[in-house]
């Protein structure tokens, strides 16, 4: 799949969510309900929580998630990616780092 913007994304959704706006958005939920839950270090597959033919709508959907988090999301927190063929999506771990530096004003004298 091709690197794309959130506003492609959505121009891809929409025409779908226009034939019927509550079936999709029931769908809407559903994966984004699913993606909230996968526990940090662990990964779900695709396959195995839609049909193939919801697949391709499904990844848009976590990829839409997923940009909408990292907006939220500090940068060192946890967060969703696809794996290299699109089977799978996993939570990494957020990074702790090793050891905290002090505060620049707290060597000031």
Known sequence: MKMQSYKDVLD????????NPDRFMRFYHAVNSILAAIPEGDSI?????????????????????MMEE??????????????????AI???PKMVP???????????R
């Open 90 to 92: 996993r939570h990494v």
């Open 12 to 19: 891809e959704v929409m025409p779908i969510f226009h034939k």
């Open 45 to 65: 597959r695709i396959d195995e929580h839609c049909k193939p033919a919801s697949r391709d709508l499904f990844i848009k959907i976590a990829t839409m998630y």
């Open 98 to 108: 090793a050891t905290t530096k002090p505060h620049f004003y707290s060597n000031r």
């Open 70 to 87: 990292m907006i939220r999301k500090n940068s060192l927190e946890g967060f969703l990616e696809f794996s290299d063929d699109y089977n």
